[in-house]
Nanobody, 121 residues
């Protein structure tokens, strides 16, 4: 089985910073891509940032210039550095990965448990 374990959420003042981590563990062949999503109460879950194995990244317009996604392949871990946080960033943040667990088989979707980020004075 595969697990994604998140950490790093918390309460921070506007303008502050947090770094989220998500580590994959278990038996798998490869991690094809890793992403961060977020969901605030009453809102749809939205894609925040993605990173490919080759390091190419994409960001939602709302976080460009403030958030940075990175990946440590040796540790099977993805990070989200969040700077200049705003109250609108308040949400539960979820790690997501497409993981191949067996050779010559389609990859599957895996989700972390979520970590709460609250930006407030």
């Amino acid at each position: 089985q595969v697990q994604l374990v998140e950490s790093g959420g918390g309460l921070v003042q506007p303008g502050g910073s947090l770094r989220l981590s998500c580590a994959a563990s278990g038996s798998f062949v490869s991690i094809n891509a890793m992403d961060w999503y977020r969901q605030a109460p009453g809102n749809q879950r939205e894609l925040v940032a993605t990173i490919r194995i080759d390091g190419r990244t994409n960001y939602a317009d709302s976080v460009k210039g403030r958030f940075t996604i990175s990946r440590d392949n040796a540790k099977n871990t993805v990070y989200l550095q969040m700077n200049n946080l705003k109250p609108d960033d308040t949400a539960n943040y979820y790690c997501h990965a497409r993981i191949m667990t067996e050779y010559f088989s389609p990859s599957n979707d895996y989700w972390g448990q979520g970590t709460q980020v609250t930006v407030s004075s």
